[in-house]
């Protein structure tokens, strides 16, 4: 089949034409947890965010030594496709066993160091039997976080994150299409822990919503509710500080009188090093005030899945 020629024009809006998705790198934990550890130097929840740095230290290995376990078969794949949607639609893989061969090798990784309550979480995964984690990965992943010990949150998040986002950079070219479902990863389905207004190379100005299970990023308008898809009236919240001023806030959630959720947005361009899920762990102090002005998280972490509606 002949290839087809682009003629000038159209070259330049080839080149000047943004992803539509940002795939992770191949080091994405070990560089969270070197974000985690940067950011609890001095800070109160310091010992937590060391503890889920040591966390992405032992996803990094698993993640380096582990198979692509959930990826679907070509017949699966073309059905996706076919149908639009997510190629490792989490509702359905999260319900195979495959992802669980993945626990074990994690609190083996975790076990000599953990402190009595961390080995405590750890014992009560190793005695659950296959269908019990599955049970509580499921309540995981569809935001019912009541239906599982709180305690076992960032483990079991930390197993499916893994298998998710290998599954995700070994899905063949041309998987991953945009679809009317805007609000949830083109992926796996999964709803976004937080944007990222990029602001180097094609996507410089855009923003991005990063999954909170695969970590795969997809570009979403600006200034549009990532949950109701409102436009209007939309706000930005951010913690005061004295050496910046709100419209240089690394950080501001964006609240929505409409559905009366929010979401926060980390801006590249004042924080070169911000990581969606670190530094979201690392500004729950927002999370609070936005709660006492009755603003509702509609964004999971798989480390920590705050609040549950």
């Known amino acids: ?10 070259i330049e809006a080839a080149a000047s034409t943004p992803p539509f998705v940002v795939l992770p790198p191949g080091d994405l934990f070990s560089r969270r947890a070197a974000r985690l550890r940067a950011l609890a130097v001095g800070h109160p929840l310091g010992d937590y965010l060391s503890l889920m740095a040591q966390l992405c230290d032992a996803q990094q290995q698993l993640f380096d030594a582990a198979p692509a376990r959930l990826l679907p078969d070509a017949a699966a794949l073309q059905r996706s496709q ?3 949607m997510p190629p490792l639609a ?9 992802w669980q061969a993945l626990l074990e090798p994690l609190l083996d990784a975790l076990a000599p160091t953990a ?5 405590a979480a750890l014992t009560q995964l190793r005695r659950a039997d296959v269908d019990q984690r599955k049970v509580w990965a499921i309540a995981l992943l569809s935001g019912q976080f009541d239906l599982l010990p709180a305690a076992l949150l960032p483990f079991l998040g930390a197993t499916l994150q893994v298998a998710f986002t290998r ?7 041309g998987q991953l299409l945009e679809s009317e479902a805007r609000t949830l990863c083109p992926a796996c389905g999964s709803p976004p822990v937080a944007g990222i207004i990029h602001h ?18 997809w570009h979403f308008v600006r200034v549009k509710c990532s949950h109701c898809q409102e436009s209007k009236h939309l706000g930005y919240v951010s913690l005061q500080r004295d050496d910046r001023s709100a419209e240089q806030a690394p950080l501001r959630a964006e609240v929505c009188p ?4 929010y979401l926060k947005q980390f801006y590249r361009e004042f924080a070169e090093d911000a990581e969606p899920l670190a530094d979201d ?3 729950l102090a927002l999370d609070l005030r936005l709660a006492e002005e009755g603003w509702l998280r509609r964004a999971p972490n798989l480390l920590l899945a705050p609040g549950a509606e």
């Open 1 to 10: 089949m002949p290839a087809k020629i682009l003629e000038p024009g159209q």
């Open 82 to 84: 076919a149908h639009g």
């Open 90 to 98: 989490y509702d359905g893989l999260v319900r195979t066993p495959a």
């Open 115 to 119: 402190s009595p309550a961390v080995a």
């Open 167 to 173: 599954a995700l950079l070994a899905l063949p070219a």
């Open 200 to 217: 180097r190379g094609k996507q410089s100005g855009l923003r991005y919503l990063a999954c909170s299970l695969c970590a795969c990023q």
């Open 258 to 261: 409409g559905c009366q959720g």
């Open 281 to 283: 762990l690392a500004s």
